[in-house]
């Protein structure tokens, strides 16, 4: 028998080794395309103008929006920004990808906390496989290249599960438990509730509260083991600073307009028109955990039968009521249910180290007819890249032909290998294969769909526009109110009505409105009624995901010898 010794120098060795792994494969998923995806409306650029503002004035408690208060969501992933742009030294220059650093790390944490629940869960080749799982899901990759709060959030509520598991198995093993978990529970928790306010004490709050129903003496264990009596403190000692701070120096609107103005409308109704059924994120399961999602209905199938189990039962507490949680609330986006979908991973990959032998035949049918499906999304990703490349690219070329190759091949090998019962194979293919297949569509494809990115060409035009040499003209827009226009033209960009649009061009020397086909027949009749002849300088046609349809923009000056200067 070897000495201890050994066994933890080999436990050490395997365990660097895989976070090295997971670590490469982080990089390839997430790097292309940091730096070419331009901004993408609507959230992004909201953040990351907020925090531009936030270095340029100096104040770090009130995030702005051109001359707007954001109240709608607390400081910390402002904080975290701030803080990248400044280490990378992109401060006044629009560089989304510096915004995006918080993004890429905290999806890059949340992968390798996954291994390290996952090893004390199951074992780690589960976890291994859990992790890979969750890196490559389609929902973080995306996540991981957004300038928002939601890859953050999830390395959060990861520390905050990571601890609380950690303290659940020590109850049922040993009842014995390191005040480290403790310590890290609650600072996960402060951590969260800044960056994304209580969805880091709700997760947490779901799982203790559904262990409760079947394992209550070990859970009163598990919340002994939390020190609450000093955790709670350190957590309030932590956040309350900020939060009065926030509250005392906006009257209190911030509470006012964050907890009445955002968190009360999506529990209550769908807000912002995002309102859906409960079904949806069920429904969304198989393109959002893709490649994952194939093994998906399996690995809860086989949680809900060894339930009786520790790693199972904790798994399923985490994930069934957030799950639950968001399928019930009206307001539905498809990155709510992100935190729920590490336990989704692991599960996956312990069914595929061990898959039940004893399911129903009503059970195989329907997870049969998920691998269909599955197959069907893979197929339609890449009829989706030779579409989207034909439509808004510059047609097929070799990016295209990778990615869509990609997703063919892991259609057909995975099919052949689980039809032979070889899931392991199957899956460390369809992960390997989103490499191949996420690169090339972020890093080239993705940006050369040049008719998405409206407000590129918008500010563009507004650098080299007629009488201005290389330098920026004033600009105003009307009926094209995206934030991506403000982040990439600057924070005076004057997103106004058609009447003030008139008055800006006859205040504003040189100054350009960008004015939508839908608009146009106001702008005129108000340039008009107010004596200013206007001509086109330029057009720009696109398309308008976030209202999705297409759009022409027009570029507007006011004729030089029409021009009526005044001090800016």
């Not at 269909?372 to 047609?395: E, F, K, N, P």
Request: glycine share 8%; aromatic share 10%; with cysteine.
């Amino acid at each position: 028998m070897p000495p201890p010794s050994f066994v933890r120098s080999a436990r050490l060795r395997q365990n660097g080794l895989a976070y090295v792994l997971l670590t490469l494969l982080c990089l390839a998923l997430y790097l292309p395309g940091l730096t070419t995806i331009p901004p993408v409306d609507r959230d992004e650029p909201r953040f990351a103008q907020a925090t531009k503002q936030m270095l340029d004035s100096g104040d770090f408690i009130r995030p702005r929006f051109q001359t707007e208060e954001r109240f709608n969501k607390p400081i910390g992933i402002y904080w975290l920004q701030a803080a990248a742009v400044s280490i990378t030294q992109q401060q006044g220059r629009p560089a989304i990808w510096a915004y995006r650093l918080p993004s890429l790390l905290g999806a890059c944490a949340a992968v390798l906390l996954t291994y390290c629940i996952g090893a004390r869960l199951f074992d780690r080749r589960v976890a291994l496989l859990g992790a890979a799982f969750l890196a490559s899901s389609a929902l973080l990759v995306v996540e991981a290249h957004l300038a928002t709060t939601d890859a953050v959030l999830l390395a959060c509520v990861l520390a905050a599960q990571g601890c609380l598991g950690s303290l659940y198995l020590a109850a049922h093993r040993t009842g014995l438990a390191s005040r480290r978990y403790a310590v890290g529970f609650w600072l996960a928790q402060a951590l969260g509730i800044l960056v994304k306010g209580p969805i880091v004490p709700l997760v947490s709050s779901l799982t203790v509260g559904t262990l409760v129903l079947f394992d209550r003496r070990v859970v009163t264990r598990t919340l002994a083991g939390l020190r609450p009596h000093w955790g709670f403190p350190l957590m309030a000692v932590l956040i309350l600073p900020w939060m009065i701070e926030a509250g005392v120096s906006t009257d209190w609107r911030f509470y006012r307009e964050w907890i009445g103005g955002d968190l009360l409308p999506k529990i209550v109704g769908g807000h912002e028109s995002h309102g859906a059924p409960p079904g949806l994120y069920l429904l969304l399961l198989t393109a959002t955990f893709w490649p994952g999602s194939f093994a998906a209905g399996l690995g809860i199938a086989r949680g809900v039968t060894r339930r009786q189990q520790c790693a199972e039962r904790f798994c399923l507490a985490w994930l069934l009521p957030t799950w639950l949680f968001f399928e019930v609330m009206p307001t539905k986006l498809p990155h709510y249910v992100l935190p729920a979908y590490p336990a989704v991973a692991l599960l996956v990959a312990a069914a595929v180290f061990d898959p039940p032998a004893d399911l129903s035949r009503a059970a195989r049918r329907l997870l049969r007819g998920g691998f269909v499906l599955w197959s069907l999304v893979t197929l339609a990703a890449g009829v989706a890249i030779i579409t989207s490349a034909m439509r808004l690219g510059d047609g097929v070329d070799v990016a295209v032909l990778s990615a869509t190759v990609a997703a063919c091949s892991i259609c057909l090998i995975c099919l052949r290998l689980c039809w032979t019962g070889q899931l392991i194979g199957a899956s460390w293919v369809a992960v390997i294969g989103s490499v191949v297949f996420f690169a090339p569509v972020l890093q080239w494809i993705l940006p050369d769909l040049r008719p998405l990115w409206l407000s590129n060409a918008a500010a563009a035009a507004a650098v080299r526009g007629p009488g201005r040499g290389n330098g920026s003209r004033p600009l105003a827009a009307v009926g094209y109110h995206e934030p991506s226009l403000v982040f990439l033209a600057g924070t005076s960009t004057a997103l106004i009505e058609a009447q003030p649009a008139v008055a800006f061009l006859k205040q504003r020397s040189g100054g350009l409105v960008l004015v939508s086909d839908d608009q146009l027949a106001a702008f005129e009749r108000a340039a008009s009624e107010l004596g200013v002849r206007i001509h086109a300088v330029g057009s720009l046609d696109g398309f308008n995901y976030s209202k999705g349809q297409w759009t022409r923009l027009l570029l507007f000056e006011q004729r030089p010898s029409e021009r009526t200067d005044s001090p800016e």
